[in-house]
């Protein structure tokens, strides 16, 4: 009877054996199809970030270029500006110095209306 029993648990051993081996590589199957399906879309989100990458860049280095250019626009505007106010003060010399009076002036007078002291009592 021992025998018997030995047997009867031997095959169903081998049975689950087998069974689980058969899920084992239905397991490995399914994750060797997920991996091979994943890798193409794994490929093209690192291709779209690559991408995206060079884009961010390249505006960036267009945005520097534009800056670069708008600098210098300025500094030319403003040497031509410097220039002509200094052409400007040695022609006319008495006026420039009553617009700069003038200019202080009114400078002095609305400074004083926005920061008047309190007065004590």
Not at 106 to 120: A, D, E, F, N, Q
Request: with cysteine.
């Amino acid at each position: 009877m021992q025998t018997n029993i030995t047997s009867q648990d031997g095959t169903a051993a081998n049975a689950i054996s087998h069974h689980v081996e058969d899920v084992s590589n239905s397991m490995h199957h399914a994750i060797d199809r997920a991996s091979s399906a994943a890798g193409p879309a794994i490929d093209g989100i690192a291709m779209g970030a690559h991408q995206a990458t060079n884009r961010i860049a390249m505006t960036a280095t267009d945005a520097a270029i534009a800056l670069r250019s708008a600098g210098d626009r300025l500094r030319n505007a403003q040497s031509r500006l410097a220039q002509s106010c200094n052409s400007y003060v040695r022609e006319k010399p008495m006026t420039s110095l009553g617009i700069a009076a003038a200019g202080g002036f009114l400078l002095g007078m609305v400074l004083s209306l926005t920061y008047k002291t309190p007065t004590r009592h």
